[in-house]
Nanobody
Framework: VQLQASGGGLVQPGGSLRLSCAAS????????MGWYRQAPGKQRDLVAR???????DYADSVKGRFTISRDNAKNTVYLQMYALKPEDTAVYYC??????????WGAGTLVTVSS
């Protein structure tokens, strides 16, 4: 399984970005897709997660600012980020969980929020 993420970059505080992550390869049914982030010197934490049925879960720090969505036909997950803050700066990783229990990670895309 390969996960290709895109959409990271440099943005000013208050700005917005949209991350995308497409899964390809030999994939069984995906049960959940999500985004995690890791800031320098910190652990990797959940940002948002969405199940196949569309149920979502967000970290408290991003509720109301970030929206996760998915296209099941394209095995793609998106993260729309609004009102970005410097503390959102991190490497963002996409993740998929298959019904078989296999867990796959993308290489990460850097989001930098700075003026």
């Amino acid at each position: 399984v390969q996960l290709q993420a895109s959409g990271g970059g440099l943005v000013q505080p208050g700005g917005s970005l949209r991350l995308s992550c497409a899964a390809s390869g030999r994939i069984f049914s995906i049960s959940a897709m999500g985004w995690y982030r890791q800031a320098p010197g910190k652990q990797r934490d959940l940002v948002a997660r969405i199940t196949r049925s569309g149920s979502t879960d967000y970290a408290d720090s991003v509720k109301g600012r970030f929206t996760i969505s998915r296209d099941n036909a394209k095995n793609t997950v998106y993260l729309q980020m609004y009102a970005l803050k410097p503390e959102d700066t991190a490497v963002y990783y996409c993740n998929i969980q298959e019904v078989t229990g296999r867990d796959s990670w993308g290489a990460g895309t850097l989001v930098t929020v700075s003026s």
